[in-house]
């Protein structure tokens, strides 16, 4: 069966050079034999994550919609927008509402299940020089945290409001190529993984044994 891939970008702006990048990441997946999903994350608008609010009501309407996508899906790839240094809000807030438990907190309730086992890929798209690589590094700790294994591969693309054809093709072979090597590590190193009896679970084992 084939690897299921789910691909979106850290920002909701209509015209967000990250979702240019991750529709590009996305064909590339299909490329290399993946299914890939596009989610486009201005479609699931939700609140600043507050206490009080999922006290009252809960886990949001589009966090519980996108979370039953994330648990469809083998892998991950997101490209992520560099916002002083660091991921953008959107994307923090969106991993953190998902990173929420339901119910009883057990099994596909837990608020790890969306994330546990998962693999991703990264990638970044910045106006700057940089292209978003300073970000990737907060991005891949927080994914860390959440169980997810993070290739060590990853794709920023500076200058990035330059990047593109009219028609959302990157202009640079090089960008292209990487786009891929990247797409293709995504797919293979997550059908090995699909194949893997039980994920590695390190950190949750020794947690529990605490
Ligand atoms: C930015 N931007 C930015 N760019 C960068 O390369 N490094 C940075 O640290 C920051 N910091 C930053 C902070 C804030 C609050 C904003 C709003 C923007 C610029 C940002 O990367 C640029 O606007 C991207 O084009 C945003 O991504 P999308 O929407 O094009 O995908």
Request: glycine fraction near 10%; aromatic fraction near 4%; proline fraction near 6%.
């Amino acid at each position: 069966m084939a690897v299921k891939v789910l691909v979106f970008a850290g920002s909701a702006r209509r015209d967000s050079l990250n979702k240019k990048l991750a529709r590009v990441a996305a064909d590339a997946v299909r490329e290399a034999g993946g299914e890939a999903t596009f989610v486009d994350l201005d479609e699931y608008p939700m609140p600043v994550y507050h206490g009080d609010d999922e006290a009252k009501n809960g886990m949001p309407e589009n966090a519980r919609r996108l979370r039953e996508i994330f648990l469809a899906h083998d892998a991950l790839l997101i490209a992520s927008p560099e916002n002083n240094q660091s991921v953008s809000s959107l994307l923090k807030n969106t991993l953190d509402w998902l990173s929420r438990s339901l119910g009883d907190g057990k099994g596909l309730n837990s608020g790890l299940a969306p994330y546990k086992g998962k693999l991703a890929g990264l990638l970044a798209a910045s106006p700057g020089i940089f292209g978003g690589v300073r970000g990737l590094p907060h991005l891949r700790a927080i994914l860390a945290s959440l169980g997810v294994t993070v290739l060590g591969a990853q794709v920023a693309i500076p200058r990035a409001h330059e990047a593109f054809e009219d028609d959302g093709r990157l202009k640079d072979p090089a960008h292209v190529k990487a786009v891929h090597l990247l797409a293709e590590g995504v797919v293979h190193t997550a059908a090995k993984l699909k194949e893997a009896p039980d994920p590695p679970r390190i950190g949750q084992d020794s947690a529990k044994s605490r």
